[in-house]
């Protein structure tokens, strides 16, 4: 602020962070540009999406969501969500009725505070193929599924850290680039993606849409689906004090 206002660095280091954003779990999440229709994110039934996350939180609330707005008690879209006891990933045309879902683990395990992998494919082709990995590896798949999906008609776009409808269940946690792809990634890619670090300086753009990589903004360096941001802290680098 002065000439004579510079500090002196006793001790503490700079810890690269990387670029992440950081929710709140109350008012936080991304919402996206779009407009509005089957055709937003230039994706259908078919896609796929991997992202990092570090959450500590038992009930971290939704981490990525595309919904319509509630109807005479009926939903139709997807999430990868928060679920009662155990997270998972919902495909609904319906949210009371005509449900595939796949349990995606144990809250208690997502919730230990180190970065995780996560990627959902959905096979748009037959409505029941969906793929779930956890660092890299295939963890559920078509046969934990359940119901029948018919033809979904979104209302809404892609919300990043809430539910599209309302901006509610909040994300309680950080997270590192999220990739959208039009395509179903193979278990190969997925390794790839994995093994390729937090996060990836240059993947595959064969298929992807849109990027997150919740730099100084919310923005898809990918394609034009850009985020705004409500109260989520992002960037890179961060002090850390070592308590002496």
Do not use: C
């Amino acid at each position: 602020l002065g000439a004579d206002a510079d500090g002196t660095n006793n001790g503490i280091t700079l810890v690269n962070v990387n670029n992440y954003a950081d929710f709140s779990g109350s008012s936080s999440y991304i919402s996206t540009s779009g407009t509005q229709s089957d055709t937003d994110f230039q994706i259908g039934d078919t896609f796929s999406i991997s992202l990092w996350f570090k959450t500590t939180s038992t009930s971290f609330g939704s981490i990525i969501n595309r919904w319509g707005s509630q109807n005479s008690g009926s939903n139709n879209g997807w999430s990868l969500l928060d679920s009662g006891t155990a997270a998972s990933f919902r495909f609904s045309s319906s949210w009371s009725g005509d449900a595939i879902r796949v349990n995606t683990g144990t809250n208690s395990a997502f919730s230990d505070g180190n970065w995780h992998h996560l990627v959902v494919t959905y096979d748009g082709t037959d409505h029941t193929g969906v793929t779930y990995y956890l660092d890299g590896s295939e963890e559920s798949s078509s046969a934990d599924l359940t119901g029948t999906v018919g033809a979904i008609t979104y209302s809404l776009p892609v919300a990043i850290g809430a539910y599209s409808d309302g901006y509610t269940d909040n994300y309680d946690g950080a997270m590192k680039q999220a990739l959208i792809y039009s395509d179903v990634l193979s278990s190969s890619e997925v390794t790839t993606l994995y093994n390729s670090g937090t996060p990836v300086t240059s993947p595959s753009t064969s298929g992807l849409v849109s990027r997150y990589d919740f730099t100084a903004n919310a923005n898809d360096s990918q394609g034009s689906n850009n985020g705004t941001s409500s109260a989520i802290k992002l960037g890179t680098g961060a002090y850390y004090w070592d308590g002496s």
